[in-house]
């Protein structure tokens, strides 16, 4: 968001262009153009929807396929750039949320102009907060040739009237493409170049996008720098250096313990470990709830207990992670279970023993076991944790009392 901020906040005008984009074509791209000449406005931003209100019930092709191909569509442009302000932000996606947030980056006096379909006009006034909507920023209402202008000028005529709102009207010949007809080509296997841009073509076949699933089922798994950049916007500044630390440390127990593989799936697993554990306790509570997170007694008493199992089903759905076996390695970080696999264990370990941690009692020792022998250490830090937890006078999870007595027996 920093990054984002540099890119605009001295503009004094900015046409804003959200919408889907699944995906991202050439006529969005004209249309932007159009609208930054005609309105001589300073960038144009492309704004990728998180969850729009109005598709709640539509399946949305993952946001960072759809982040990334804007940008591989807009990165030629030196006047477009591409946020991810929406993304980003948990929850519904509300207009008004994402004008007023722009307001207050960019400078008092910056003029908005806010691109949208000629159909959403019609629609507008039963928008969350129209009236203020409305006065925050321009609306320039874009169609494709042969659209019903009587009835957009009657609404237009009619808001003006009512609200003093500018909304301006363009016709852009090539909406004529839509991204419903691309996806439905590349589903069929039809030809969908010269519709979009080359370098979204080649992504759309790359990860197979819009295929029939049942033909092709495909698993992504973001780029670990994809998801280094996300969980630096999700995780504080401590948290962050402690997952690093967590990622270093795992690599090295999977490269005595394990193969290449469990290598790569250590850090994977490692980077992700904490990614619900910042989160505010209203939206780590409707997460729960949308993800089907089942909260036990012992977590409802002991709420740091929750992040780990919410973790996994973010891991799943925000970040692609299609490995069970990453998963449960997340899942388990914290309490720990009986019968851990090799990953299960090693990022339970690196999670006690990274070295950005205050120094505690028994530390070194569990450092030093981790080196020696995987289980002996599980064995002695499920001890000191248990331990610790009855110190405060709180209960101990089922799962760990199982894995401790599991461990003794090793």
């Known amino acids: 968001m920093r990054n984002e901020i540099a890119g605009f906040k001295n503009c004094k005008s900015i046409a804003i262009m959200g919408g ?12 932007a153009e159009a609208v930054r000449h005609r309105f001589n406005v300073d960038k144009v931003i492309f704004i990728p929807t998180g969850r729009p209100a109005h598709k709640t019930q539509e399946q949305v092709t993952h946001n960072e396929h759809r982040y990334l191909m804007t940008v591989l569509a807009t990165m030629r442009n030196e006047n477009f750039e591409v946020s991810r302000i929406e993304i980003d932000r948990p929850g519904v996606t509300y207009t008004i949320d994402t004008i007023e947030m722009l307001k207050k980056m960019c400078q008092p006096d910056v003029r908005l102009y806010f691109i949208t379909g000629a159909d959403a006009i019609h629609q507008i006034m039963h928008w ?3 009236e203020r909507l409305l006065s925050l920023c321009d609306f320039v209402a874009v169609t494709r040739p042969g659209y019903d202008r009587a009835s957009l000028f009657g609404d237009i ?28 080509r590349a589903k069929r296997g039809a030809p969908i170049k010269y519709l979009l841009p080359q370098a979204v073509e080649d992504y759309i076949h790359k990860f197979c996008l819009y295929e029939d699933v049942e033909k092709n089922e495909v698993r992504f798994m973001l780029d670990l720098d994809v998801m280094q950049e996300k969980l630096q916007s999700a995780l504080s500044i401590k948290r962050y250096i402690h997952t690093m630390g967590v990622a270093d440390e795992a690599e090295r127990l999977a490269e005595i313990y394990g193969t290449q593989g469990d290598k790569q799936k250590a850090r994977v697993a490692a980077l992700l470990h904490d990614c619900a554990k910042d989160f505010p306790i209203g939206v780590r509570d409707r997460f729960c709830k ?23 089903e973010v891991a799943r759905r925000d970040y692609l992670v299609s ?12 309490t720990g279970r009986a019968n851990m696999t090799l990953l299960e264990k090693i990022i339970y370990i690196a999670d006690y023993i990274e070295p950005n941690r205050e120094k505690f009692d028994g530390i070194e020792e569990a450092r030093r076991l981790a080196y020696l022998d995987l289980d002996m250490a599980m064995k002695f830090i499920l001890e000191q944790t248990i331990e610790y937890v009855k110190s405060r006078g709180r209960e101990v999870h089922p799962f760990s009392i199982e894995a401790l007595e599991y461990y003794k027996d090793c």
């Open 20 to 31: 889907t984009f699944d995906p991202i074509h050439n006529g969005h791209l004209v249309t």
């Open 128 to 130: 969350k907060e129209p």
């Open 157 to 184: 005529r009619e808001i003006r009237e009512k609200f003093a709102s500018r909304i301006h009207f363009m016709e852009v010949p090539a909406l004529a493409i839509s991204s419903s007809d691309i996806r439905d």
């Open 290 to 312: 949308e993800y089907k997170v089942p909260v036990d007694e012992y977590m409802k008493k002991a709420t740091d207990l929750i992040h780990p199992f919410l973790g996994a």
């Open 323 to 334: 490995d069970e076996e990453i998963i449960g390695a997340i899942r388990f970080h914290t």
